[in-house]
C-alpha cells in the first residue's frame, strides 16, 4: 500500500506481530487453522505427531499478525499465538 | 418477605396441605410440580406459600421436567420437593435414576390412586409399593415413608427431608389419596423443637475436592453450584472426580455403592410401629390408610382368642427384613393388608418364608377393605 | 521445537477446561472444539465470574462439552438439560447457568422443554449445536437433517421436513435469538458474551460440521470441506425474520442476531405479582392462627367420627 504521509514521523506503522505456538501432540490434522488464517501463514507440515497426524507450522510467521483467529477456530487447543510488539524505529 | 413462615399451633388441615407445611418447616424454598389428581393440592399450597418466603415455584410442563427441575435445584443448594401420583412417577422414573446416580438430596410425594395407568384418578389404592423401589433401571437403594394420616404426612415429610440430606438420594413419601385428602387434626411444634438435618458440606479446598469420594459412612461431601469447586457430575457411570469412566471396576464402586449407603445404614432409617408383638400368634402387616382399617377387624379377632399382633411399616423400603425374619420364628404367621394385589406381601414371604405362612388380603384398589375378610384370614392363619 | 518446551506450552484458554481429560474425544474436523473454544472466549470477554457460571448438557456430542469445561458442570439425562438448568438458576438467582446441548436433545425429546422456557422467559442461555444428526448414537435422523439427505435411519433420503430451530425460539418467545456456523468464530463469542449478561432466555444455534456421520453419508468430505461450503453458503442478515431462514442442503444460511428484546424474565413477573401480597400479609403467622382456631371450633360440632387406634 502505497503511504503518502509518514505516520507521527515512523517509517511505518505500528503492527502487532505474532509468535504461533503449536501443542503439536494434541493436533489432530483438521486443516481449519491453515485454511482460516488471514495471512496464509500456516501450512501442513510433513513430520507426524504422536497420534500419526501432521501438525501445522508457521511457514510465513513474519506475515502473522496476532489475530488468533487460529487459535478460536482450532478445535483440539492445540495452536495459539503470543504477540509481540514490533521494534519502533 | 415474610419473616416468621413457619406455621405453629393446632389445626383442622387437609393431609395434602399438611404436607406442603411439613415441607415449609423443613426448610424446602423449591418446588416443581405439575397438576395430578390427587396430588394437586400439595402444588397448590407450595404456590401460595413460596414466594411469599423467598422461594421459588414453578409449575413445569410436565412431570419429567420437574424432577429434572428438582435436582438442578439441589445442586444449586435448596432443598427441593415434587408431589405427584402414579402415572406422574412413572414419567419420572429415568431422572428419578440420574437422582439415585448423581446423589441428589430431594423428596418425591406419590399420593398414590386407582392404577394401572389412568386408573381411578379420584379414588385410592396403594399399588406403587414396588414401583417406589425399584421404578428406575438399575440397582441403587431407595428410602419410602408411608403416612396413614395428615398429622404423620406432616411429620412424616420434614423426615423424609432429613433422609434424603443425611443419605444424599431422592426419598420418596408414598402415601394414598384418602390420606391426601382426609381432612384431621394437625399440630405443628414450634420451629425450635423440630429436628432438621441439612446436608453435610465439604470442608475441603477446591483443588482437593473430589465429589464422589465418600466418607467412612459411604456418603460422599456436598458442595453447590456457585462456591467455586467447579466439579463435574454426571449420570454416566463415574469414578471420584465425577469423570465419567467405561470400566468394570469403576461400576462395582460406583453402583454397588449406591446399594450399600442404604442396605448398611438400613438400621438407622427403617421406623417400624409394633403393638401387641411379644405373645402374639398371628402378625399383621400393613401400612397407610389400610393400617388405619385393620385396627377394628384386629379387635374383633382378638374378642374370637386370637393372639393378634400388629407392625406398621413406616418405613416401606428399606424393609425390615431383620425384624420379619426375627418374628417369623416366633409366630404362626403374617397377614399382610394391602390395597393391592400383593406387592410387600412379596417381601413379607420372602423373609418369612422357612418358618412362618403368609398370607395376603389384598384389594384392587377403589375401597377399603372388609373387616370380615381380614378377620377371616386371622383365624384362618392362627388355625394352622 | 524440542520435547521439553512442548510440555511447557500452557494454551490460554487451559483454565477453563478440565486438562485432565483433554484430549477430548471428539473426531477429526469436528466443530465442537471450536465451539468451545468460542464458548470460553465469550466467557472471558463477558467478564463474568467463573465461579458463579454452571454449565449443563444432555446426552449426545455436544453433550460431552459439561465434561471437559472447568466450571460448575452437570451432564444430565437425554432432553432434560434445560428443566435442571432452570431448577439451578431458581434455586440460585446469582448464577449464569448455559446450557450447551445438541438439536436432537434439545428439540426432538427435549422440545416440549424448550418452548415452556422460552415462553416463560427463564434467564438461563442455551447454546444449541446444530450438526443436523445424531453423531453419537452413528448417525440416525435428527429433527434438523434437511429433507433429502441421507442418514442411518433414512436410507432412501430423509422425508420429514426439518424444524427452523431460530423460528420455533423467536416465536416461543425468547428474548435472544442468534444463529452462526463455526466458522464465525469471533462473531460466536460476541454473541455468547451478549448472552451472558443479557436477562431472558436466550438462544444461540451454532451450525457446526460432523465429519464422521453427516458429511459421511451426504458425501459432504471431511470436516474442513463442509465448513468450507458452511462459508460459501452464509449470508448475514441480522434483520431476518427468523420464522423464514430455514436451512436446506443447498439454499443460503441466513445467520446474524435475529431478536435482541428485553422483556420481562420469569422471576421478574413473579416478584412484580407477589408485590402487594407481601404487604398484605406481613402479619401472616398471626391471621393464618386465628383463621384456624376459628375453623376448628366451629367444626367440634359435629361429633361421630371414631377415634380410630
Known amino acids: 500500500m502505497k503511504q503518502w504521509e509518514r505516520p507521527f514521523g515512523r517509517s511505518k506503522p505500528e503492527t502487532v506481530k505474532g509468535e504461533v505456538k503449536i501443542v503439536e501432540d494434541r493436533c489432530k490434522g483438521c486443516g481449519f487453522c491453515v485454511e482460516y488464517c488471514p495471512c496464509d501463514v500456516l501450512e501442513l507440515s510433513d513430520k507426524f505427531n504422536k497420534k500419526g497426524y501432521h501438525p501445522p507450522y508457521a511457514e510465513k510467521l513474519e506475515e502473522c499478525t496476532a489475530c488468533k483467529l487460529c487459535e478460536m477456530i482450532c478445535p483440539d487447543f492445540a495452536i495459539f499465538v503470543i504477540e509481540k510488539e514490533e521494534e519502533i524505529d | 418477605m415474610i419473616k416468621k413462615s413457619k406455621l405453629r399451633g393446632e389445626f383442622f388441615m387437609q393431609g395434602d396441605i399438611a404436607c406442603a407445611e411439613g415441607a415449609i418447616a423443613a426448610g424446602c424454598r423449591f418446588f416443581g410440580g405439575y397438576p395430578i389428581t390427587p396430588a394437586s393440592e400439595i402444588a397448590e399450597r407450595m404456590a401460595y406459600r413460596l414466594p411469599l418466603v423467598d422461594g421459588a415455584f414453578i409449575q413445569y410442563e410436565d412431570e419429567i421436567a420437574s424432577m429434572a427441575g428438582i435436582i438442578g435445584a439441589s445442586w444449586a443448594g435448596a432443598k427441593p420437593m415434587t408431589a405427584t401420583s402414579g402415572p406422574g412417577i412413572s414419567l419420572m422414573n429415568e431422572n428419578i435414576g440420574l437422582g439415585m446416580m448423581m446423589e441428589t438430596p430431594c423428596v418425591v410425594i406419590n399420593v398414590q390412586r386407582g392404577s394401572p395407568s389412568t386408573g381411578l384418578p379420584t379414588s385410592w389404592g396403594q399399588a406403587d409399593m414396588m414401583q417406589a423401589r425399584w421404578g428406575s433401571h438399575g440397582d441403587y437403594g431407595s428410602i419410602s415413608l408411608s403416612p396413614n394420616s395428615p398429622q404423620e404426612f406432616f411429620d412424616l415429610t420434614i423426615v423424609a427431608f432429613n433422609y434424603a440430606e443425611k443419605y444424599r438420594l431422592p426419598v420418596f413419601v408414598v402415601t394414598d389419596a384418602v390420606v391426601g385428602h382426609m381432612t384431621e387434626k394437625v399440630v405443628i411444634p414450634p420451629v425450635e423443637e423440630l429436628d432438621i438435618i441439612d446436608r453435610k458440606y465439604t470442608n475441603k479446598k477446591p483443588a482437593d475436592y473430589r465429589p464422589y469420594d465418600p466418607d467412612d459412612d459411604l456418603i460422599p461431601p456436598f458442595a453447590k453450584a456457585g462456591d467455586g469447586y467447579r466439579y463435574h457430575s454426571t449420570g454416566l457411570t463415574h469414578d471420584e472426580r465425577g469423570y465419567p469412566v467405561m470400566s468394570e471396576e469403576c461400576q462395582r464402586r460406583c453402583a454397588k455403592r449406591l446399594v450399600d449407603k442404604i442396605k448398611k445404614n438400613a438400621d438407622d432409617i427403617i421406623i417400624t410401629e409394633e403393638h401387641d408383638i411379644e405373645d402374639a400368634d398371628v402378625v399383621v402387616v400393613s401400612y397407610g390408610i389400610s393400617s388405619r382399617t385393620v385396627i377394628p377387624a384386629m379387635e374383633k379377632a382378638k374378642e374370637k382368642g386370637v393372639k393378634v399382633g400388629f407392625l406398621r411399616l413406616v418405613t416401606v423400603w428399606p424393609f425390615p427384613e431383620k425384624r420379619i425374619r426375627e418374628l417369623s420364628k416366633k409366630v404362626k404367621g403374617f397377614v399382610v393388608a394391602e390395597l393391592n394385589l400383593g406387592q410387600v406381601v412379596l417381601e413379607v414371604e420372602r423373609c418369612a418364608a422357612k418358618h412362618a405362612e403368609t398370607k395376603l388380603v389384598g384389594h384392587p384398589g377403589g375401597g377399603m377393605h372388609k373387616m370380615d375378610d381380614i378377620v377371616n384370614a386371622i383365624l384362618e392363619v392362627a388355625n394352622e | ?309
Not at chain 3, 452437570?74 to 432432553?79: E, I, K, L, P, S
Not at chain 3, 453419537?136 to 441421507?150: C, D, E, W
Not at chain 3, 453458503?233 to 425474520?241: E, L, P, Q, S
Open chain 3, 1 to 309: 521445537m524440542s520435547n521439553k518446551e512442548q510440555h511447557k506450552l500452557e494454551h490460554p484458554m487451559d483454565d477453563l477446561l478440565r486438562m485432565d481429560r483433554i484430549p477430548h474425544i471428539w473426531c477429526p474436523g469436528c466443530g465442537l472444539g471450536s465451539d468451545v473454544a468460542a464458548f470460553a472466549d465469550g466467557l472471558k470477554k463477558a467478564e463474568v465470574n467463573f465461579d458463579k457460571v454452571a454449565v449443563v448438557s444432555g446426552i449426545g456430542c455436544t453433550g460431552r462439552v459439561a465434561g471437559y469445561i472447568k466450571l460448575d458442570s452437570y451432564h444430565t439425562t437425554h432432553g432434560r438439560a434445560i428443566p435442571f438448568a432452570t431448577g439451578i438458576k431458581l434455586a440460585n438467582r446469582d448464577l449464569t447457568v448455559f446450557v450447551f446441548s445438541g438439536d436432537g436433545d434439545l428439540f426432538a425429546i427435549g422440545g416440549n422443554h424448550l418452548i415452556h422456557a422460552a415462553r416463560r422467559n427463564l434467564d438461563i442461555n442455551v447454546i444449541c449445536v446444530n450438526n443436523f444428526i445424531y453423531g453419537m448414537t452413528g448417525g440416525q435422523n435428527a429433527p434438523t437433517t434437511p429433507l433429502g439427505a441421507y442418514s442411518s435411519t433414512a436410507p432412501f433420503g430423509n422425508y420429514e421436513a426439518p424444524f427452523n430451530l431460530v423460528g420455533i425460539t423467536a416465536a416461543a418467545g425468547a428474548n435472544y435469538v442468534a444463529r452462526w456456523t463455526t466458522v464465525q468464530a469471533r462473531r460466536l463469542s460476541q454473541s455468547i458474551a451478549t448472552a451472558a449478561k443479557k436477562k431472558g432466555f436466550c438462544f444461540i444455534e451454532v451450525v457446526s460440521p460432523c465429519a464422521t456421520v453427516f458429511a459421511r453419508k451426504n458425501k459432504g468430505g471431511t470436516g474442513l470441506d463442509l465448513m468450507k461450503e458452511f462459508r460459501n453458503r452464509t449470508v448475514i442478515d441480522h434483520k431476518a425474520d427468523p420464522t423464514q431462514i430455514p436451512l436446506t442442503m443447498d439454499d443460503e444460511i441466513v445467520c446474524g442476531e435475529f431478536v435482541n428484546r428485553e422483556d420481562p424474565t420469569f422471576w421478574e413477573n413473579v416478584q412484580n405479582g407477589i408485590k402487594d401480597q407481601v404487604e398484605k400479609n406481613a402479619d401472616w403467622e398471626k391471621i393464618q392462627s386465628e383463621k384456624n382456631k376459628r375453623l376448628y371450633k366451629k367444626t367440634l360440632k359435629y361429633e361421630g367420627s371414631r377415634d380410630i387406634g
